[in-house]
């Protein structure tokens, strides 16, 4: 637990982001008797205790990075089938769930589709600043869901990505609506 904690970094906005090694999906990495575990799956065991069979370690801050039992949730497979069942889903309802079932893929962690974009096609946040004319830090609130581009910007995204990250995936990817 110690040796834990040294790694740990409490951030203003309540996540303990992880100091460690990050995996590919920017998951942090703990060393434990010569074995690797994602970091926030140790957490949820020093701090919870048991994973089950089947579920798991999700966020609800949608980072990665992050080790905060308190943002830690167990999530299952299940959850997931029961969302599709409903009907009557809006564009947004759908595409919610689409990130989800991606999200659970990969672990639980919901990328940005921008992000994903950038991920598929090897392309630099910096290179893709520069060519939508914003700075970097406004690309990573956007791509950090913490702040949601404008009508214009999100042209320009729709324009840059060719169409396949849309207009309205950006404006309010999780909760908008139309
Ligand atoms: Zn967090």
Not at 20 to 46: C, D, M, P, T, V
Not at 68 to 80: D, I
């Amino acid at each position: 637990m110690e040796t834990f904690m040294k790694k740990v970094i409490k951030m203003e906005n309540g996540c303990w982001e992880w100091q460690g090694n990050l995996n590919k999906q920017g998951y942090g990495s703990f060393y434990f008797e010569k074995k690797s575990i994602g970091a926030h799956r140790a957490s949820w065991l020093i701090f919870k205790g048991e994973i089950p069979e089947k579920l798991f370690v999700c966020h609800t801050c949608d980072n990665p990075k992050c080790v905060n039992p308190e943002h830690l949730f167990l999530g299952n497979a299940k959850m997931n089938s029961d969302d599709m069942r409903k009907k009557n889903r809006s564009f947004f309802q759908k595409l919610k769930e689409e990130a989800h079932r991606f999200a659970t893929k990969r672990g639980c962690y919901k990328p940005h589709p921008l992000e994903v974009y950038f991920e598929e096609n090897d392309i630099a946040i910096s290179k893709a600043a520069k060519r939508m004319k914003i700075s970097m830090s406004h690309l990573h609130r956007i791509l950090r869901k913490t702040h949601y581009p404008s009508l214009k910007l999100a042209y320009k995204i729709e324009r840059y990505t060719k169409g396949k990250v849309s207009l309205k995936e950006v404006i309010q990817p999780d909760e908008g609506v139309l």
